[in-house]
């Protein structure tokens, strides 16, 4: 799962669009909440279904980075 949603916005971070930093936390971030509710697959196979919702859900956490990176560092609570 990890490296489905690295794979995904990787390009985001070579290009420069997002630091190193807001990379590996958008891919935490949703790495953790996709297994979640998958915590019992014993297979990434449900990617297949479900890929357009992880990968929407990976650049909401990009976008959020972003976000967070433009606020005072105060308040960087989450």
Excluded at 2 to 22: D, N
Excluded at 29 to 53: N, R, W
Aim: proline share 4%; hydrophobic share 30%.
């Amino acid at each position: 799962v990890e490296a489905y949603i690295k794979e995904h916005i990787r390009p985001l971070c070579k290009s420069g669009v997002i630091t190193v930093e807001q990379y590996r936390w958008a891919v935490s971030k949703t790495t953790d909440k996709v297994m979640q509710y998958h915590c019992k697959a014993k297979s990434a196979d449900f990617l297949i279904k479900e890929g357009p919702k992880v990968r929407k859900l990976a650049e909401q956490y990009v976008e959020s980075a972003k976000q967070r990176c433009s606020r005072p560092s105060s308040l960087h609570g989450n």
